[in-house]
């Protein structure tokens, strides 16, 4: 198991859910990035957890830096 | 790209590799089925490559083929693959990477650091060094 974070806002109080359409979610995020969002629009991470398949893993085990691939072989 | 990254970088990297058949081609999610199957004859890597230089020709024959090529035995791949014994672990991968905004492909964490793309050598290897400076 790997854990990788993602970026994502705050939850933000609950009358401005309604309001929040993915993309001014998408600015909110841009506008924390940059410093300039409302307090309840900071930055938080959230962790995904990563399922491996041994096979699929090649390089040193105690390797100090792991790349993970998201690829298509079409 | 990346066997130049992990020959240079040698005992510095893991590369983990998550499965990511994009919606639009039908047949790349059986492809990625058939790695896996591949993967539990011990032959993962070499038909991972196999399949690269192959594109796009990854009908069911076509994929039974490059399995007989590396030498798998032809029965339990074929049981494999048309019993979708690996579906449900690609479809993980799916929703894991979803779960990242992963929308394209290739997409590359490195220590978390998302480059998207097929990137120049030059901006994986500043991403790596900077892993490895912040590890130090």
Known sequence: MLTLLRPSLLHPPEEKVAALTRWFSLALLGAALSGLAPAWAQITETEVRLTLDPAMVKGSPNAPVIIVEFSDYQ | ?136
């Not at chain 2, 992963?102 to 120049?120: C, D, K, L, S, Y």
């Not at chain 2, 500043?126 to 130090?136: G, H, T």
Request: aromatic share 12%; proline share 6%; hydrophobic share 40%.
């Open chain 2, 1 to 136: 790209m990346l066997d130049r990254i992990l020959t240079e970088y040698r005992r510095k990297l893991r590369l983990v590799y998550k499965d990511f058949p994009l919606p639009g081609h039908t047949l790349a999610r059986p492809a990625h089925e058939a790695a896996r199957c591949a993967g539990a004859a011990g032959k993962y890597w070499e038909y991972h490559d196999r399949l690269f230089q192959a594109q796009p020709n990854f009908e069911r024959a076509d994929l039974l083929r490059y399995a007989s090529d590396l030498g798998i035995p032809a029965e339990p791949f074929a049981q494999c693959l048309d019993g979708g014994r690996f579906r449900g672990l690609v479809e993980a991968d799916i929703q894991q990477g979803r779960l990242l905004d992963v929308t394209g492909t290739p997409m590359f964490f490195i220590n978390g650091q998302r480059i998207e793309g097929a990137a120049p050598f030059e901006t994986f290897k500043a991403v790596i060094d900077e892993a490895l400076r912040n590890v130090r």
